[in-house]
Structure formats: structure tokens, C-alpha cells
């Protein structure tokens, strides 16, 4: 079954491009189910091109998937057309009396700040107390990972001596969980981030586990064990140009950044680079919508945060 969008959203030309299904709203309104009830709350600069990576992932499920989009309201984009954001996003004051099976907050440039200085962390922390009661599982990517777990748990975040910036291999820690269920026993993984979690600090909250990690880039993937928070330090989603664009824009700025690592071929930036993480990203979200969405949410959703998991 395919994701459901507004008719004319940017991304729904690229995948169908892509010959992935997309249900516009106006065919959507003749099928007599219930679809998942997603909101993306889209904190990345670039959001046209993150809301394509995101929904390009969500595909890969049987499922129909209802997604809206939402920004934050105390926070200024500048590197999306209003006339976008008018017309494809809603903030949270509009939802906040809404329920949802899900909630993904994505990443967001702000690494170098502490937390409390972010100018819409107020509105960010009663995003995450309202998803408390009224989302029944949160995907969290790389500083909102990190935002998360600093919320929920009150684990700090420290700064890295130099950007973590590549793709890294990543050991599967856990064996016995569903989110984990068809990876590879090693995986691969963009990141590009300027601070990171240690694995140490989660391993000691009880009410974390600990599903993926690398020697080189360490924490990647952690859970609450109810499956209520997800927490992913990397960038599944990115795209195989992703870290390259990134690479040529710091460096057409003459920004002193590194080359990304095991990305070019040969080390080479004239040489294209292979995307080597499609299928453990397809396998990440599918998962996360099948074992912790589809499989554990009331149907009746207004009974969300009255029901406890079994």
C-alpha cells in the first residue's frame, strides 16, 4: 500500500519517478480503511529534500500511511519557499489536540548549541511531553535523537573534536529485538554530526537498550524498551549524493572540512559514490512501522495514552 500526500507535494513526482506508489488525497478518500496517522516534525534546512529521504523510506511497507508535515512555529526557515511551507506544513498549536500512531523528528544543524540556547527548544520539549500521550511511538534522527534522550532521560550530549562525517560500519548489538529483525549481524550508515551520545551513558538507564553501535562512529541506534522511543544517531534516510553535496557546499566556502569517510570510491570526489546502506534503511523504517506502529496502536486512536503496552 503507498504513502498518502497531498496531490502536490514536490516529492510525489521524484518517487513515483522512482516507481515507488504514492496515493494522492483525492484517491486516498475512496479507500474504507484506517491508515497510519503520521507527523513529521521537519527541523532540517533543507526541507523539501529531507521530506522526499523520509517518505522515499516509509514506502517500503504494505501499510497505508497518512503523513502530515509540521515546522516549528518560533523558528524562521530560510531555505524554504513560504509558499511551501504555507501550503504543505502546519505548526504544533494547530495539532496539538490531534493523536498519531507515529512521530519522526528529524535532525537539525545546531550541534554546536547547547540545548537550552536552540531558539525553539521551549516549543521542541512540549512537542516531546505532548507525544508523551498523544503519539504511540517517536522516531528520533541524530540531534533529535540527541534532544530526545537529553528530554526523556537527561542524557548529555558531548562534542566531538572534529566532525564525524561518513559512512560507517556498525555492529548489531541486539538479536532477540523486532526493530533489529533482518539486519545484517554488520551494517553501513551515513553520519555527519558534530557532537555524539555514548553508548555508556545509555547502557546505564535501565529503561534503554542499546541495538547498534560502531567502533569508529559509535552510538547508532537505541530504544526505550517499550518501544515508545526510537533514537537513531545516524542518516539512513540520506541519499547516495547526500554527504557529497554537503562536502562541495562547506568546501565551496572555504570551510576546512575533511574529506567524508569510506564514501568516494578511492577517496576520489570526482568519483561518484555508491549508496550502501538502501536496504538497512528500508529494513529500519519498515520495522519501526510494522513492530512498533501498526502491530501496538489502538485502532481507535483517540485512546492513545490511555492504553499501556502488553
Given at each position: 500500500?503507498?504513502?498518502?500526500?497531498?496531490?502536490?507535494?514536490?516529492a510525489?513526482?521524484?518517487?513515483?519517478?522512482e516507481?515507488?506508489f504514492?496515493m494522492?488525497q483525492?484517491?486516498?478518500?475512496?479507500?474504507?480503511?484506517?491508515?497510519?496517522?503520521?507527523?513529521?516534525?521537519?527541523?532540517?534546512?533543507?526541507?523539501?529534500?529531507?521530506?522526499?529521504?523520509?517518505?522515499?523510506c516509509?514506502?517500503?511497507?504494505?501499510?497505508?500511511?497518512?503523513?502530515?508535515l509540521m515546522?516549528?512555529?518560533?523558528?524562521?526557515a530560510?531555505?524554504?519557499?513560504q509558499e511551501h511551507?504555507?501550503?504543505?506544513y502546519?505548526?504544533?498549536?494547530?495539532?496539538?489536540?490531534?493523536?498519531?500512531?507515529?512521530?519522526?523528528?528529524?535532525?537539525?544543524?545546531?550541534?554546536?548549541?547547547e540545548?537550552?540556547?536552540?531558539?525553539?527548544?521551549?516549543e521542541?520539549?512540549?512537542?516531546?511531553?505532548?507525544?508523551?500521550?498523544?503519539?504511540?511511538?517517536t522516531?528520533?534522527?541524530?540531534?533529535?535523537?540527541?534532544?530526545?534522550?537529553?528530554?526523556h532521560?537527561?542524557?548529555?550530549?558531548?562534542?566531538?573534536e572534529?566532525?564525524?562525517?561518513?559512512?560507517?560500519?556498525?555492529?548489531?548489538?541486539a538479536?532477540?529485538?523486532?526493530?533489529?529483525?533482518?539486519f545484517?549481524?554488520?551494517?553501513?550508515?551515513?553520519?555527519?554530526?558534530?557532537?555524539?551520545?555514548r553508548?555508556?551513558?545509555?547502557?546505564?538507564?535501565?529503561?534503554?537498550?542499546?541495538?547498534?553501535a560502531?567502533?569508529?562512529?559509535?552510538?547508532?541506534?537505541?530504544?526505550?524498551?517499550d518501544?515508545?522511543?526510537?533514537?537513531?544517531?545516524?542518516?539512513?534516510?540520506?541519499?547516495?549524493?547526500?554527504l557529497?553535496?554537503?562536502?562541495?557546499r562547506?568546501?565551496?566556502?572555504?570551510?576546512?572540512?575533511?574529506?567524508?569517510?569510506?564514501?568516494?570510491?578511492?577517496?576520489?570526489?570526482?568519483?561518484?559514490?555508491?549508496?550502501?546502506?538502501?536496504?538497512?534503511?528500508?529494513?529500519?523504517y519498515?520495522?519501526?512501522?510494522n513492530?512498533?506502529?501498526?502491530?501496538?496502536?489502538?485502532?481507535?486512536?483517540?485512546?492513545?495514552?490511555?492504553q499501556?503496552?502488553?
Open positions: 500500500m503507498p504513502i498518502k500526500i497531498p496531490d502536490t507535494l514536490p510525489r513526482s521524484i518517487l513515483e519517478g516507481n515507488i504514492v494522492t483525492s484517491r486516498a478518500v475512496h479507500q474504507d480503511i484506517r491508515p497510519l496517522k503520521l507527523l513529521i516534525l521537519n527541523l532540517m534546512p533543507t526541507k523539501v529534500t529531507t521530506e522526499t529521504q523520509l517518505l522515499r516509509l514506502s517500503n511497507t504494505p501499510l497505508q500511511i497518512e503523513v502530515e515546522q516549528t512555529r518560533t523558528h524562521n530560510r531555505n524554504t519557499s511551507l504555507l501550503s504543505f502546519t505548526t504544533f498549536d494547530k495539532v496539538c489536540q490531534n493523536k498519531y500512531d507515529g512521530l519522526i523528528i528529524t535532525g537539525a544543524p545546531v550541534e554546536s548549541l540545548f537550552e540556547d536552540v531558539d525553539y527548544w521551549p521542541l520539549c512540549d512537542i516531546m511531553e505532548w507525544s508523551k500521550t498523544n503519539v504511540f511511538s522516531f528520533h534522527i541524530c540531534w533529535g535523537a540527541q534532544a530526545g534522550l537529553y528530554y532521560y537527561n542524557i548529555k550530549k558531548y562534542p566531538l572534529k566532525k564525524l562525517f561518513g559512512v560507517f560500519l556498525h555492529e548489531r548489538l538479536f532477540d529485538c523486532p526493530l533489529m529483525r533482518g545484517d549481524d554488520s551494517f553501513r550508515a551515513p553520519h555527519s554530526r558534530l557532537a555524539e551520545n553508548v555508556a551513558d545509555l547502557q546505564a538507564v535501565g529503561e534503554l537498550a542499546v541495538l547498534a560502531s567502533r569508529e562512529a559509535g552510538l547508532y541506534l537505541a530504544m526505550s524498551r518501544g515508545r522511543q526510537i533514537f537513531v544517531e545516524g542518516h539512513s534516510e540520506y541519499d547516495a549524493e547526500t557529497s553535496l554537503e562536502y562541495f562547506d568546501a565551496g566556502k572555504g570551510i576546512d572540512i575533511a574529506l567524508p569517510q569510506n564514501y568516494f570510491p578511492d577517496n576520489d570526489p570526482a568519483k561518484a559514490p555508491v549508496k550502501t546502506w538502501r536496504s538497512h534503511a528500508h529494513l529500519l519498515s520495522n519501526w512501522l513492530y512498533y506502529v501498526y502491530q501496538a496502536t489502538p485502532f481507535d486512536l483517540p485512546s492513545i495514552g490511555e499501556n503496552r502488553l
